[in-house]
């Protein structure tokens, strides 16, 4: 980046009268491409707003706090579907986050140097796979796995334990939460290992060779230079990953399981505001089904600002709290 | 690199508007039908526009959006045909001026996955389906299932109940068989294209409810007969409302449609379902094409009725073959008089 910077400024010649043109020229075009994106966003924004006004107008806050979700009676409320997005998305976090930080760690301190290449690629292939692929790799590979392994364990071990109990009860049939969880934080891994591996390998070499000369474990290295140090771009490739799971679609589709039931339990099938959405859209055919559409897209941008607005103040206190800002 | 930046999109608007303008232009030949609606109908129908441009006939563009936005394309002027599961009622289609008739019928089957049970050995009740849907009966070795069974072994296990997650057709008829057998889920989730299930999961498409049922130990359920033969499932059969338990085949969606009261359907307003016959299936669905009464453009209104009047005189074999019923003959003339009275 630096290096391709100083390329150009060497480059560029003594300010021409035709040079000054294009150059103001050349500032309008990447404002008019920034200030495009915030356009279409608002324009989206409002568009679904609109779209959905039907919804919001008949139900008010009840379309965000009703539990029902009845076709035939005209009864729609989202409480359902924001519930199963933000209970998955965390499932998903709670997973990709260590695994991810671990795989950079490895990559850029601890594996051979030769190993490191390929698993790099390897990772961001990951990226690559169609969400699809993802969904029907769930459905028969995964899913039946979870069902015949992982989750009658849990039931038997985790079910009967006070608080978390109820999390981990109900019949093992591999469909539901916590496997679409699971896929989910396969998928956002390399989005947030492949960021994650950037900024360690950018962490000054004086900073980690003094903490060794200190005597600091490898753990010590990492939690006390290089998270401190890159802090602020993992969290941002952490909400890039949750960005990711809270809008994905297929994959969870497959394995949600798509009820409008609310349950406690990780193991039941649930519904994903994204999922409802690609699931209902075909055979919406009253104008108010059609409109609580909409208004679930709506609702979705809004639990995605929220979250990411969360994620900036959070990012700010830090920063205050350690003094530093970068 | 600046060039490059303004070329790319400027060739993409290019491109976009060039695609742009050779739909209108192809879309003016009066050669061409366009429809759109029901997925259920898609690979019949496919079939069918195939082997009519083979010879000689107008080509048939069909795109399956499903049966919402089938109808109110047709509404919108948008198509020259909509196809329809579910049949509209006569003041609806009085209002938007449109005419509707069968094409073709298929069955919806229940589908079981019980270790060790064979195809067709499990017997059931159209009020036991729909106790079981509603999460009333929750067990294999439930006294009302083995009543219906005796000598078949069920697994005390509960039912893995599966259901479709998207609004579809195959949902509108089959629970339509539900309400009507089973007043308590009448006044319950009712009937519709989706209706707010009680228990189960949810599989997106027929493919989808297919493979849960796979997957799932103890699973029961429902999807189209095609789903069913090609995927070797095992099906329960379905007492009908003659008494006799019949199992889902090409005779007995037939016996379906030739005891059913078409006669005094107006505008074919009616669903098939729980059909009188000794040997009907109960659970039948049936594709309706909606056509506007005064077409804007005649010539492809006539094209398009010139294919459907191929497809119902001539299409059996190829409906056979994809595992859907064709209409009885009887039918097929009171839809041809019904198209020339309605349909000018």
Redesign the interface.
Known sequence: MNASLADTADLVPPMRKSGVGADRAFQWITAGAAWLVLLLLGGVAVAMAWGGRLAFQTFGWGFVTGKDWDVVAGKFGAFVPIYGTLVTSAIALIIAVPVSIGIALFLTDIAPRWSRGPIAIAIELLAAIPSIIYGMWGLFIFAPFMAAHVEPWLGNHLGNKMLIGPLFSGPPIGIGMLTAGIVLGIMVIPFIASVAREVFSAVPAPLKESAVALGSTRWEILSRVTLPYTRSAVIGAVFLGLGRALGETMAVTFVLGNAHDLSASLLMPSNSIAAAIANEFTEADTDLYRSSLIALGFLLFVVTFIVLTIAKLLLLRLNRQFGRTN | M?RM??ALPLAALLVACNSNAGKQGSAGQSAQVTGAGS?FVYPVLSAWAADYQKQGGALINYQS?????G??QVKAGTVDFGATDQPLASDDLAKSNLAQFPVVIGGIVAVVNVPGLEAGKLKLTGPLLADIYAGKVKSWNDPVIAKLNPGVTLPGA?V?VVHR????GTTFNFTHYLAQVSPTWKSG?????????P??????GNE?VA??VK??PNALGYVEYAYVIQNKMTYAQLQNSAGTFVSPSADSFSAAAESADWKNAKDFNLVMTNAPGQNAYPITATTFILMPKQPKDKAKSDAAIAFFKNALEKGQDQAKKLDYVPLPAALVQQIESYISTNVK
């Open positions: 600046n930046l303004i997925t959006i499903g049966s919402g936005g109808i109110s509960n893995a997650s998207d609004g579809s989730p009712g009937e519709g294209k989706t209706v707010n299930w228990t189960g999961v949810g599989g997106k989808g493979a849960y997957q799932l």
